[in-house]
């Protein structure tokens, strides 16, 4: 006997603990033994959901029989936008429809492949104890039906795939999706879950190629992807696919990745994953205040987060170019809350000034220009002013006087401008930092002062207001001289 | 490679047209002589290759109208007549009634069972060709016996198995002919065996064969021949799948008969 051997080997070591360890294996089949003395009660068919759905936790208190059906078609659906692709799927999409049962469940097991299917399939279902986790006993020809039957002895998240040769192909054409065994005393109570799975696509044309687009055995085998997705499709879960959830909700993620090749490094943009529990094994102690998990090909981990704040949360894979190149994006859309505690947790952008190293905001005009002899009249101040304006200050308020909303303030018919011709001086000779108010919009950033000549202002001064539907007023050296005389430092938003 | 293709293509209609007859019409031109020869099956440990004996096979596989004749001749082997045990419940299930195929004629007939393709042979004096004899053939393009190393031979198969099953199903004959004449080997359905469950024994029988591991996960990888030949793969798992009453949409027949020259050796 295999065990005599080890006894023996132990106690040649003389290590009595290990001794009686084997001792206390070779009572066998305990687990099991535990598990099947509960009595089965019942019989039910099991709620199974597309992606990103999840069916309701399992609320019974006993053992029961649990009856799958899965059906595997072979369909044609949208890789990304203009690419098709044909994809094996287990209930019609990719991912593989989520199954929920309860540790020390017997679950019948019906898998039906669809008569249009070219190929035989079969399904290996990691959370099954026994050769193959039902490959054999599930390999089923076109139109035809498995059953086979397993008691579901290890709580955790666990995946499935196809199983039949080749492998790799299957895989790769969407064969995989997530079967959860929920630990006899249930999984803590969310408010939201969800069901995401990532997986890698290699088609015959590079990314984007439009058409339908046919798998590639060499790229497959290069492990060079065209596509890494979350969902079965580029866009799944982005804009009106997007996970939706209410600021204050603990937020459940049930993360698979059916790989063929790719692990994956999954990260939540603008959020820390509060509790990690490893490889889905949901019944460890999970790990805490994590910022990224891989997730193994083949393999899935369960993730917990509270959102504390409002707005919208990247799903990625941080291996960065399958996110932004590739596809793997996803996005979780967090709405409402205390928009006060929204606002200490995360302000959004309070600021963006102009960067000054040089630690001041003079400017200084060419000296050609300031050389040049005065203007005669208005219209020579125009037309000099218009040269300034076209050089200097159409860079922040734009050639059209239009500004940029947000950022930079309009002249175009505007009030701040033509409320206040001193005002307006002071403003270029001095500077102006801080909120104003223009034509009703709010802009807070900085305009530096410009070390114009007092021609220069006044020149620059009587263009804008003879523009854009300003008040014409003409702007002459002297009463820049009369502001200049009066000192002063940046105007402060001017009181508004 | 394309004009030696039409050359072929051109020839052949040449002969038919000089014989002043269909080739589908003239008996003797339905099957085509197979020279003796030999070649590397996909799951063997060494890589001895394997005999194949001189045969002879249909050049195209048997047709909804072929097989209406033979249900005529033989009311047994019609749907409602046929027992469970040798033909599952999707039996001819397009058909319109016992003795009604619809409209596709020429198309080949599928959802049939092993029991029931063989009987078709036998009342022709035929028997299905074997894996062997089949893969054999089924190595060759318009103009090489062996085309599995050649890329747009490999194409053609996986392009198969990536696009939808959509019915009716097109003429064998509008496929081309392979350096042997024999079309539609690939591309257009799958094909029954006479020892479709020798070579891969799965199932029931599982137990007393190895072979089987070779067919889940890194298994077939390991003993595959040639690792990357994921097409000839799929055909092994396929037949792997089967048993002698199960019919399917996609799956239908050909037949084969000795050499009349040679002697089969058994």
């Known amino acids: 006997m295999k065990y005599t051997k080890h006894i023996l080997a132990a106690v040649a070591v003389g290590l009595t603990a290990t001794a009686t360890q084997v001792v206390a294996q070779s009572d066998g089949q305990s687990k099991a033994k535990a598990i099947l003395a509960e009595p089965l009660k019942g019989e039910e068919v099991a709620i199974l959901t597309h992606a990103p759905n999840v069916p309701p936790p399992i609320t019974r208190k006993h053992r029961t029989k649990v009856i799958v059906n899965l059906e595997v078609t072979e369909v044609v659906k949208k890789m990304a936008d203009g690419v098709d692709y044909t994809f094996w799927t287990f209930g019609g999409s990719v991912p593989g429809k989520f199954m929920r049962v309860r540790e020390g469940d017997f679950v019948e097991f019906h898998l039906a492949n669809h008569p249009s299917s070219k190929m035989p399939h079969n399904i290996d279902l990691h959370a099954v104890t026994g050769p193959g986790g039902g490959a054999a006993a599930s390999f089923t020809a076109p139109g035809h039906e498995s059953v086979f039957s397993f008691t579901a002895l290890n709580p955790g998240l666990f995946v499935y795939h196809c199983a039949t040769a080749p492998v790799g192909m299957h895989i790769a054409n969407g064969m995989y999706g997530l079967i959860l065994v929920e630990p006899k005393e249930g999984l803590p109570k969310v408010d939201k879950e969800f069901y995401v799975m990532q997986g890698d696509f290699y088609t015959k044309g590079k990314y984007g190629e439009a058409g339908l687009q046919p798998f590639s055995m060499e790229k497959a085998i290069r492990e060079d992807a065209d596509y890494v997705v979350f969902n079965g499709a580029v866009g799944s879960l982005t804009g009106d696919n997007a996970l939706q959830a209410t600021v204050g909700d603990t937020v459940r993620l049930f993360v698979g990745n059916g790989g063929p090749n790719l692990v994956s490094s999954f990260h939540v943009i603008g959020e820390i994953f509060d509790k990690v529990y490893t490889e889905g094994g949901i019944t460890s102690p999970p790990n805490k205040n994590v910022q990224t998990t891989l997730v193994p090909a083949g393999g899935a981990t369960v993730v917990e987060f509270a959102l504390d704040t409002e707005g919208t949360f990247i799903l990625v894979?941080?291996?960065?170019?399958?996110?932004?190149?590739?596809?793997?994006?996803?996005?979780?859309?967090?709405?409402?809350?205390?928009?006060?505690?929204?606002?200490?947790?995360?302000?959004?952008?309070?600021?963006?000034?102009?960067?000054?190293?040089?630690?001041?905001?003079?400017?200084?005009?060419?000296?050609?220009?300031?050389?040049?002899?005065?203007?005669?009249?208005?219209?020579?101040?125009?037309?000099?002013?218009?040269?300034?304006?076209?050089?200097?200050?159409?860079?922040?308020?734009?050639?059209t006087g239009l500004g940029i909303p947000f950022a930079f303030p309009p002249l175009a018919k505007s009030d701040y401008l033509n409320a206040d011709k001193n005002r307006a001086i002071s403003t270029v000779i001095n500077g102006l930092v801080g909120e104003v108010v223009v034509n009703g919009k709010k802009f807070n950033s900085v305009m530096p002062k410009l070390e114009f000549s007092d021609e220069d202002v006044a020149n620059v001064l009587t263009y804008v207001y003879s523009e854009w539907g300003n008040n014409g007023s003409e702007v002459t050296p002297d009463e820049v001289k009369a502001v200049r005389a009066k000192g002063g430092k940046a105007a402060a938003g001017g009181g508004h | 490679?394309?004009?030696?293709?039409?050359?072929?293509?051109?020839?052949?209609?040449?002969?038919?047209?000089?014989?002043?007859?269909?080739?589908?019409?003239?008996?003797?031109?339905?099957?085509?002589?197979?020279?003796?020869?030999?070649?590397?099956?996909?799951?063997?440990?060494?890589?001895?290759?394997?005999?194949?004996?001189?045969?002879?096979?249909?050049?195209?596989?048997?047709?909804?109208?072929?097989y209406l004749a033979f249900v005529e001749k033989h009311p047994r082997w019609q749907r409602s007549k046929v027992a469970r045990l040798f033909a599952d419940t999707s039996y001819l299930k397009d058909w319109k009634s016992d003795t009604d195929p619809?409209?596709?004629?020429?198309?080949?007939?599928?959802?049939?069972?092993?029991?029931?393709?063989?009987?078709?042979?036998?009342?022709?004096?035929?028997?299905?060709?074997?894996?062997?004899?089949?893969?054999?053939?089924?190595?060759?393009?318009?103009?090489?016996?062996?085309?599995?190393?050649?890329?747009?031979?490999?194409?053609?198969?996986?392009?198969?198995?990536?696009?939808?099953?959509?019915?009716?199903?097109?003429?064998?004959?509008?496929?081309?002919?392979?350096?042997?004449?024999?079309?539609?080997?690939?591309?257009?359905?799958?094909?029954?065996?006479?020892d479709f469950n020798n070579a891969m024994v799965t199932g029931e029988s599982r137990g007393d064969s190895g072979i089987e591991r070779n067919l889940f996960c890194a298994g077939g990888a390991l003993s595959a021949t040639d690792v990357r030949n994921y097409a000839a793969f799929m055909r092994y798992a396929f037949r792997s799948s089967l048993k002698g009453n199960y019919t399917t949409a996609n799956l239908g027949f050909r037949c084969a008969m000795d050499s009349v020259n040679h002697t089969k050796k058994q």
């Open chain 1, 317 to 399: 894979d941080h291996s960065i170019f399958r996110a932004f190149n590739k596809g793997a994006i996803g996005m979780l859309k967090a709405t409402g809350g205390d928009k006060g505690i929204n606002l200490k947790v995360y302000s959004g952008k309070t600021n963006d000034s102009v960067y000054q190293p040089e630690g001041g905001a003079i400017q200084s005009m060419p000296e050609n220009i300031k050389a040049r002899p005065a203007a005669k009249n208005k219209e020579e101040r125009i037309a000099r002013g218009k040269t300034t304006y076209m050089t200097i200050c159409s860079a922040c308020h734009q050639p």
């Open chain 2, 1 to 66: 490679m394309n004009s030696l293709h039409i050359l072929a293509l051109f020839l052949l209609i040449n002969c038919s047209e000089a014989m002043g007859v269909e080739p589908s019409t003239l008996s003797s031109k339905e099957m085509a002589d197979i020279p003796a020869g030999s070649y590397v099956p996909l799951y063997t440990k060494d890589k001895t290759p394997r005999e194949v004996a001189a045969f002879r096979l249909d050049i195209v596989s048997v047709t909804q109208r072929q």
């Open chain 2, 102 to 194: 619809g409209s596709d004629l020429d198309s080949p007939v599928t959802n049939v069972s092993w029991f029931a393709a063989r009987a078709y042979a036998k009342h022709l004096g035929k028997r299905l060709p074997t894996v062997d004899e089949w893969e054999y053939v089924a190595r060759a393009d318009a103009t090489q016996a062996n085309a599995t190393a050649d890329e747009k031979y490999t194409a053609v198969i996986l392009n198969w198995y990536s696009t939808r099953f959509v019915g009716p199903l097109p003429s064998p004959q509008s496929f081309p002919p392979n350096i042997y004449g024999i079309r539609a080997l690939h591309g257009l359905i799958w094909e029954w065996n006479q």
